[in-house]
């Protein structure tokens, strides 16, 4: 299902998975597997905006590729997408075409792999992607866009939202003064580049010469604030069911930079 929210935030979807660019009590990283569609969304977007097309198949390697649009990618925290009931917060720049193009191709993701979820994005370039948005109509869950930008290309969607004050669609014609609705204030992670900390580094490396995991008390012990740093860059995950540091996809790409 696809919906479009013109001017501010509207009650949320109802869904036992929820993933927003506003503030929840969790957050993840947008680490995950593409499905076919997922790696088209990017191939589409790279050329429309004149890039070298893009065949990911994980949304990682968009932190490693070449192209000029790759270096706003680079703001996105690839670590692993956390899963199960709640809502998270992902961390992502709401800026186009990136949060659309990774919220659609996360709803492809969650249709091949989840019951019930719901995908939340900002983004005033839908008009130019409203074929891609089509694709997310079937999908098994919600996809919505939240947008300032009203376009008669809205009747794409299977459910559009007025959120403003005293606005109808009369009063867009005639450009009608309104109050916007309110949005949230989205978290921007620094973008991941070159690990330049040698504490870092080293806990990678010894990370993959152990075959991807060490224990937790003992990558502390070792290498005590390096630890930290590394989760909130999103080079390794802290699973704390098994008391062990973990290194992700994004971790594996920055030991060959």
């Known amino acids: 299902m696809l919906e479009i929210v013109i001017g501010g935030l509207a009650e949320p979807p109802e869904a036992k998975i929820r993933y927003t ?9 947008l680490g995950f597997d593409l499905t076919p ?12 905006n004149n890039n070298p097309p893009l065949y990911p198949r994980h949304t990682a390697e968009l932190a490693q590729c070449n192209a000029p649009l790759c270096s706003l990618f680079r703001y996105v925290d690839y670590g692993e997408l956390q899963t199960g ?3 998270f917060q992902y961390r992502s720049p709401p800026v186009d075409p990136v949060l659309l ?3 659609l191709a996360l709803a492809f993701h969650l249709d091949a792999s989840a019951e019930g979820w719901a995908v939340e994005v900002y983004t005033d370039a839908w008009p130019m992607y409203t074929d891609l948005l089509a694709m997310a109509k079937p999908l098994s869950g919600t996809l919505r866009v939240y947008t300032s930008v009203y376009d008669p290309k809205a009747a794409v969607a299977d459910r559009v939202v007025l959120a403003v004050q005293g606005l109808s669609y009369e009063g867009l ?15 921007t992670p620094p973008p991941i580049t070159e690990v330049e900390d040698p504490d870092v580094k080293e806990l990678l490396r010894t990370l993959w010469e152990a075959g991807g995991f060490l224990s937790l008390k003992y990558a502390q012990e070792k290498y005590g604030q390096a ?3 590394a989760s909130q860059l ?7 069911l098994t008391l062990t540091v973990r290194l992700t996809d994004l971790g594996i790409r920055a030991l060959s930079i």
């Open 101 to 103: 193009a990774m919220g």
């Open 227 to 229: 630890v930290v740093k």
């Open 21 to 29: 660019f506003c503030q929840a009590e969790r957050t993840t990283g």
């Open 37 to 48: 569609e997922g790696s088209l969304v990017f191939t589409t977007v790279f050329l429309r």
């Open 85 to 87: 009931e709640g809502v």
């Open 173 to 187: 014609a005639m450009k009608k003064a309104w109050a916007g609705g309110r949005l949230c204030r989205p978290y």
């Open 234 to 240: 999103g080079l390794v995950r802290l699973d704390a």
